[in-house]
């Protein structure tokens, strides 16, 4: 799903495009990071001086409902990001001091299920450490 489409997709599901979530979706898909909520009150405040950061919880809570954005928590904070590995099995690394992100395909996830003698509903595979760059 690229930006047009995400935006598109908000609008199909019934909810109002306003330019405050297009700007916070925008922030989502040009960068590949992870992102607080204060980190992206802090870009959204260059725009909208008067934005309160209910308006960017609200928002994140509506993108994670739309399963535009995901959520980890680390370091007793909740960060925020983009999936960018759609249908398939994948796994994240992030950099705990740069906040970079990549997506890792993994093998499918049907090799994994006959061992766990359930129904898997949804799963998270993220490994913390330090890029190469840090």
Do not use: W
């Not at 934005?51 to 509506?62: A, K």
């Not at 928590?73 to 992100?101: D, L, P, V």
């Not at 509903?121 to 890029?131: D, L």
């Amino acid at each position: 799903m690229d930006y047009s489409e995400a935006l598109k997709y908000i609008q199909e599901s019934g909810y109002k495009l306003t330019n405050k979530r297009k700007e916070m979706i925008r922030i989502f898909f040009n960068h590949d990071y992870i992102f607080s909520a204060k980190i992206i009150f802090d870009f959204m405040k260059v725009h909208y001086p008067a934005i309160s950061i209910d308006t960017i919880y609200r928002n994140l809570n509506l993108f994670k409902q739309l399963s535009l954005i995901h959520h980890t928590e680390f370091q007793k904070q909740t960060y925020y990001y983009r999936n960018r590995m759609e249908n398939s099995f994948y796994g994240h690394i992030i950099c705990m001091k740069c906040r970079s992100i990549k997506s890792v395909v993994m093998n499918s996830s049907r090799t994994l299920v006959p061992y766990l003698c359930f129904s898997v509903s949804s799963y998270k595979f993220e490994i913390y450490g330090r890029c190469t760059k840090c």
